[in-house]
């Protein structure tokens, strides 16, 4: 499974962007995907989950009421819409897959696969 992540960049605060994550293979309806982001210093965090069937979406604290997760599976992509951005948001964002599974997407060892990262800065 190969996944890439685009759409990051330049925002001011209160701005928004959409990352997109497009996986190859046959199988992407039947994939988790997930959404975590490391900023400079810190270790990497959970944002955002969706299961395979789009059915259940997850959100950390921090983002949930601004950001949302969608998945095309026709198009093979996940996408995390984030609105009302703010500096604390800037990080490298990156989307991961776990196949044929029902349980955690909390966690980055929830996942077997990783996309390469978008930089996303939101200016003050």
């Known amino acids: 499974v190969q996944l890439q992540a685009s759409g990051g960049g330049l925002v001011q605060a209160g701005g928004s962007l959409r990352l997109s994550c497009a996986a190859s293979g046959r199988t992407f309806s039947s994939y988790a995907m997930g959404w975590f982001r490391r900023a400079p210093g810190k270790e990497r965090e959970f944002v955002s989950a969706?299961?395979?069937?789009?059915?259940?979406?997850y959100y950390a604290d921090s983002v949930k009421g601004r950001f949302t997760i969608s998945r095309d599976n026709a198009k093979n992509t996940v996408y995390l819409q984030m609105n009302s951005l703010k500096p604390e948001d800037t990080a490298v964002y990156y989307c991961?897959?776990?196949?044929?599974?029902?349980?955690?997407?909390?966690?980055?060892?929830?996942?077997?696969?990783w996309g390469q990262g978008t930089l996303v800065t939101v200016s003050s």
């Open positions: 969706i299961r395979s069937s789009g059915g259940s979406t």
């Open positions: 991961a897959s776990r196949i044929y599974y029902s349980g955690s997407l909390y966690y980055t060892r929830d996942y077997d696969y």
